[in-house]
């Protein structure tokens, strides 16, 4: 599995930005897609998932009414929109992925996914 994160940029306060992630290697059915992020000096933090099949999503609370993860069967792509991005949503941002392990699975720590793509920096200035 490879993913490729792409999209990140310098942008102000209150702007949209859309992240996007290709995936190659499989077919994704079956899996979870995460976005993780991690600013300098701080742990990776969870921002969200979407479960590939269904396109369930599930959202951090710092996140939650801000972003929106999607994700597009034909061109094996996930999406993170993003709008009214503040300073602190500064961070380089990292999708990952996993295969879905049961009904009830909530996949929002990091060493729950395998695979991780390299990353793209967003930049928020205030």
């Known amino acids: 599995v490879q993913l490729q994160a792409s999209g990140g940029g310098l942008v102000q306060t209150g702007s949209s930005l859309r992240l996007s992630c290709a995936a190659s290697g499989r077919t994704f059915s079956g899996y979870a897609m995460g976005w993780f992020r991690q600013a300098p000096g701080k742990e990776r933090e969870f921002v969200g998932f979407i479960r590939w099949s269904g396109g369930s999503t599930y959202y951090a609370d710092s996140v939650k009414g801000r972003f929106t993860i999607s994700r597009d069967n034909a061109k094996n792509t996930m999406y993170l929109q993003m709008s009214s991005l503040k300073p602190e949503d500064t961070a380089v941002y990292y999708c990952?992925?996993?295969?879905?392990?049961?009904?009830?699975?909530?996949?929002?720590?990091?060493?729950?996914?395998?695979?991780w793509g390299q990353g793209t920096q967003v930049t928020v200035s205030s």
């Open positions: 990952a992925a996993d295969r879905w392990r049961s009904s009830d699975y909530s996949p929002t720590r990091a060493f729950e996914y395998l695979w």
